[in-house]
């Protein structure tokens, strides 16, 4: 088992930008590629941008350009650096353990954590 601690959230106005962590802890020698995924209000959760285990990005293209995805496997931890805030960013951010099988797109494996909130003001 693995468990999932997101950390860096908060309150912050369009433009600006936030770090996140996502630290791993259990069993994390299994763990491959990683996502970090949002949530909106009132939306479903959406997958904004993975990293795999030698290194590899993915982006949603709503964020192509504005974050970026890094991981520190020493320490278990997992970022999303964001720059440039809209808005529209404000969500709940999680992070997952993700895997694609034949045929699919990336899939969340773990369980949740309790995600952190990010809000941008406009």
């Known amino acids: 088992q693995v468990q999932l601690v997101e950390s860096g959230g908060g309150l912050v106005q369009a433009g600006g930008s936030l770090r996140l962590s996502c630290a791993a802890s259990?069993?994390?020698?299994?763990?491959?590629?990683m996502g970090w995924y949002r949530q909106a209000p009132g939306k479903q959760r959406e997958l904004v941008a993975v990293?795999?285990?030698?290194?590899?990005?993915n982006y949603a293209d709503s964020v192509k350009g504005r974050f970026t995805i890094s991981r520190d496997n020493a320490k278990n931890t997992v970022y999303l650096q964001m720059n440039s805030l809209k808005p529209e960013d404000t969500a709940v951010y999680y992070c997952?353990?993700?895997?694609?099988?034949?045929?699919?797109?990336?899939?969340?494996?773990?369980?949740w954590g309790l995600g952190t909130k990010v809000t941008v003001s406009s």
């Open positions: 997952n353990i993700v895997a694609k099988f034949a045929g699919s797109s990336w899939l969340p494996l773990g369980s």
């Open positions: 990293i795999s285990s030698g290194g590899s990005t």
């Open positions: 259990g069993s994390t020698s299994s763990i491959n590629a």
